[in-house]
């Protein structure tokens, strides 16, 4: 499907990735520090080019009417975006704020755009699937919250069927407490909320070692042709002896 003209409505879904330029030395820092900055900067931009495909193979396939949009940060000209502007994904600015007053101002956006159903999703996930696409939306049929919880304590994805912007306030991002927290606020403001599947982020250097493990199976059952940059990355980290 089109993204069609930047400033148009949006029929149904909207599926936002929050993403970074892949900036060296301003991404995936932690996992710097035991791969350098290079190395963990070039992994980060394999990871833009797996998520946008695979969110445009989600978009390809899904009955819904679906708008893919890339939450930029500081430059929408940036190179590091270049996958998304090649499959026609719109460019929102995130704009100011946490990390909270940006998604709730994003998701608000979106409604505001005639969106039914809103996804959010970053960029630190890479071997998220449209499984993960499909669940979420789905789970939006009997409640109005649907987060996908991760590993370590927050979420990689949330789905709303309405703008809620309480479920971004008052939340200690990048702790491991994010989940916990907006679950008790989608409760405090009787908000039905699905917990998903847990997944993973790709931020240490012990998470990129499950990764590499994960990948194996990955893609024997990958849906689309997402994952293959970063699986190629892991590859030429392998032979650079980043594993040894």
């Known amino acids: 499907m089109s993204q069609g003209p930047v400033n148009s409505r949006i029929e149904d879904v909207a599926v936002v990735v929050f993403a970074k330029p892949p900036d060296e030395g301003k991404v995936k820092t932690r996992l710097a520090r035991d791969i350098g900055d290079a190395m963990a900067t070039g992994l980060y931009r394999c990871f833009l080019a797996d998520i946008s495909a695979m969110v445009s193979d989600f978009v390809a396939r899904s009955d819904a009417a679906v708008t893919p949009i890339v939450a930029y940060n500081r430059d929408a000209q940036h190179a590091g975006y270049a996958e998304f502007r090649r499959r026609g994904f719109r460019f929102w600015d995130q704009g100011e704020g946490d990390l909270g007053a ?143």
């Open 102 to 244: 940006r998604m709730a101002a994003v998701s608000q956006r979106c409604f505001d755009a005639g969106a039914r159903r809103v996804v959010i999703i970053g960029a630190d996930s890479p071997t998220l699937s449209p499984r993960h696409l499909r669940n979420a939306l789905e789970a939006l049929d009997a409640h109005d919250i649907a987060l996908g919880a991760s590993f370590d304590g927050g979420y990689y994805l949330v789905a709303m069927r309405r703008a809620s912007p309480q479920i971004f306030k008052g939340i200690d991002w990048s702790t491991d407490q994010v989940l916990a927290q907006t679950v008790a606020a989608c409760r405090a403001s009787s908000l039905l909320c699905a917990t998903l599947e847990f997944w993973y982020d790709v931020d240490t250097f012990g998470d990129l070692i499950f990764l590499k493990t994960h990948l194996l199976s990955v893609l024997q059952e990958c849906e689309s042709e997402s994952v293959l940059a970063t699986a190629r990355y892991l590859e030429k980290l392998d032979a650079a002896g980043v594993f040894s």
